[in-house]
C-alpha cells in the first residue's frame, strides 16, 4: 500500500496543498487564512475526490482479499491474502482518512461557514461523517475530538463506539444543514450536482450503516426506510477512463497498469458462490459473474494459470467504470437485515427489501444486464423454509433468509469495504458468532481465524504516544463493537 493511486494531477496538487505532511492528525499545519486562496466549490470538489481516493484504493483491496473476493496473488498483495502484513501496509490508508478527506472536508465546512452556505457544509459534513465512519469500523478506536486540530499535536484515540455516536451526531446536523436554504455548487460537486434531495438521502443511508455497525437495528431501519430509494439515487466515484493515473478508475489502473498479477481473483470464495453454486429456479447469476469477474480463459486475459480475474475490460472495473461508494442496493439490504435481526415476525418486510434488490438486478437498468443471463425472481416465503429453493442448510426460515441477506450484499457490493464490516460484524439470529467462518461462508486462508482490523499505521505509531500497543495478533483482535 506504499504505492498512492492519483486521481488527478490537478487533484491531488490541489489536495496537498491544502494539507500538512508533517502529521496526519496533527493539525492544518497551514495559515487559517489559506482556505481564502481557494473557494469554497472547488475545496468541495477537493474533499469530494479524496472520498474516491479513500474509498476506492488500498482499504477496498484488502477488504476484497479478506472477504475472498479478489485473491492476493504476488508481493504484497500475497502476504495480505494469507494475512502477513504489517503496520506500515497501512500508512497510505491513514493518510487517505485523514490527511486528505478529513482535513479538506473541516477546510471545505470552514469555507462553507464564511460564505454562509449551509447546502455545501451539510455536503462536507456528510463526507466527513462517511470517512470517520469507516476508519472507526476499520482501526476500532481512532483520533476524532482531536484530530485536524492545530493546537494538539498529538492527539487522543477515541474509544470506537463513541467515534460512532459522533458521527451520527455529525449527520444529524448535515442533514439540518442540507434542509436549509443554500447556493448550489453545481458542477463542483461532482457526485449529485448539488442535489440537496441526493445527499440527504445518501445522509441517511449512512445513518443506517453506522447503526447497523453498532447493531442499533431499530435505527438502522428507521434511517434505511429515509435513505437511497433507487439506484438513480446512488452515491458513485465518477471515472472518464482518458488516461491512466489522471481519471481511470483506481482499481483498474492498479490492477491493469501499476500492480499488474499482484491480484486476481483465482479461487475466490464470491466466484465460487457466483459459478453455479446458488443457481435455482429463480436465481441465474451468469450476468453477475461476468460482470465482476473475467475467466482466464477470455480472449483478453492477462493469466493462463487462474480461473478468475477482476474484469478490467468490460465489466465493474474498466478504465471509465464509475465505482459505487454509497448504493441502494446497499440502503435496501440494510433494511432487509435490521427488519429482520430486530424480530422475526418483520419476515415478509425483510423479504420484501431484499426482492427489491432483485428487481433491480433482473431489471434493464441493472448493470448486469448485457453480461450474460440475468435472472433474480421475486422469491416468496416457502422458498426459505426446510426444503425451499433458497434454504440450504439453515435451521429454520428466519437464519435462511438472513444468510440470502448478506450473501446478496456480500455478491452485490464486490470491490468494495462494506462487505469486509459485515463479515466481522455478522452473526446468525440466534447469536452465535465465531472468528473461523462468516455467516456468508467465507473461511480464512490460513489458519483459524479471519482478519478482524486494519493494524494501525507505522507513521502513527511513531509519532504519536497515544497509539494503542499493538502486535502482529491484533489483526485477529474483534473491535469493540464486534464483541
Known amino acids: 500500500m506504499k504505492n498512492v493511486n492519483k486521481l488527478t494531477v490537478a487533484s491531488l496538487l490541489a489536495l496537498t496543498a491544502l494539507t500538512g505532511c508533517e502529521k496526519f492528525t496533527k493539525g492544518f499545519d497551514i495559515s487559517p487564512n489559506l482556505p481564502l486562496a481557494a473557494s469554497t466549490p472547488l475545496l468541495l470538489t477537493s474533499s469530494e475526490l479524496a472520498t474516491g481516493l479513500q474509498e476506492e484504493t488500498d482499504a477496498s483491496r484488502v477488504a476484497a482479499i479478506w472477504t475472498q473476493q479478489f485473491t492476493g496473488i504476488s508481493r504484497q498483495a500475497a502476504g495480505l491474502n494469507v494475512y502477513q502484513t504489517v503496520g506500515s501496509d497501512y500508512d497510505s490508508d491513514w493518510a487517505n482518512f485523514y490527511q486528505y478527506t478529513l482535513t479538506n472536508s473541516r477546510l471545505t465546512q470552514r469555507g462553507a461557514d464564511r460564505d454562509k452556505n449551509p ?21 476500532g478506536d481512532i483520533p476524532y475530538s482531536e484530530a485536524i486540530n492545530d493546537n494538539i499535536a498529538k492527539p487522543k484515540f477515541d474509544i470506537q463506539a463513541d ?13 439540518a444543514n442540507l434542509n436549509k436554504p443554500g447556493l448550489s455548487p453545481g458542477l463542483a460537486d461532482i457526485y449529485f450536482g448539488g442535489s440537496k434531495s441526493a445527499w440527504i438521502a445518501v445522509a441517511n443511508t449512512l445513518r443506517a450503516r453506522y447503526y447497523l455497525h453498532v ?19 446512488s452515491m458513485a466515484m465518477p471515472h472518464l477512463g482518458t488516461a491512466d493515473q489522471v481519471d481511470y478508475n483506481l482499481i483498474n489502473s492498479f490492477l491493469d497498469q501499476q500492480r ?13 458462490l457466483l459459478d453455479s453454486q446458488r443457481a435455482n429456479a429463480k436465481t441465474d447469476e451468469d450476468g453477475r459473474l461476468n460482470y465482476f469477474y473475467y475467466p482466464a480463459s477470455g480472449p483478453d ?29 446497499e440502503t435496501q439490504l440494510i433494511l432487509a437485515e435490521a427488519k429482520l435481526r430486530l ?8 423479504l420484501t427489501a431484499l426482492n427489491n434488490v432483485r428487481a433491480y438486478h433482473s431489471g434493464s437498468n441493472s448493470p448486469y444486464a448485457g453480461n450474460g443471463t440475468v435472472k433474480y425472481d421475486a422469491y416468496t416465503a416457502t422458498d426459505f423454509a426446510t426444503g425451499g429453493i433458497a434454504n440450504g442448510t439453515a435451521a429454520n426460515a428466519n437464519e435462511a433468509l438472513l444468510k440470502e441477506i448478506l450473501t446478496e450484499k456480500y455478491l452485490s457490493l464486490i470491490g468494495q469495504i462494506e462487505p469486509f464490516n459485515d463479515q466481522r460484524r455478522a452473526t446468525t439470529l440466534a447469536g452465535a458468532s465465531s472468528l473461523n467462518k462468516s455467516v456468508v461462508g467465507v473461511t480464512p486462508t490460513r489458519g483459524t481465524s479471519l482478519p478482524q482490523r486494519f493494524l494501525y499505521p507505522q ?3 511513531t509519532t504519536n504516544p497515544n497509539t494503542p500497543a499493538q502486535s502482529a495478533a491484533d489483526l485477529f483482535t474483534k473491535t469493540t463493537v464486534n464483541r
Open 260 to 272: 499488474p498479477g499482484d491480484i486476481t481473483a483465482d479461487g475466490a470464495f464470491a466466484t465460487h
Open 459 to 461: 507513521i502513527e505509531v
Open 163 to 175: 467515534v460512532y455516536a459522533r458521527v451520527q451526531t455529525v449527520l444529524a446536523d448535515a442533514i
Open 215 to 233: 447493531k442499533d437495528y431499530a435505527n438502522a431501519a428507521r434511517y434505511a426506510a429515509l435513505g437511497i430509494s433507487s439506484a438513480a439515487g
Open 343 to 350: 424480530t422475526t415476525s418483520n419476515f415478509g418486510d425483510a
Open 119 to 139: 447546502l455545501i457544509k451539510g455536503i462536507a459534513q456528510t463526507l466527513e461523517a462517511l470517512s470517520i465512519g469507516h476508519a472507526a469500523a476499520l482501526w
Open 301 to 329: 486475459a492477462q493469466y493462463a494459470t487462474v480461473d478468475y480475474e477482476p474484469n478490467i475490460y468490460d465489466g465493474a472495473f474498466t478504465a471509465s467504470s464509475a465505482y459505487p461508494i454509497v448504493t441502494y442496493e
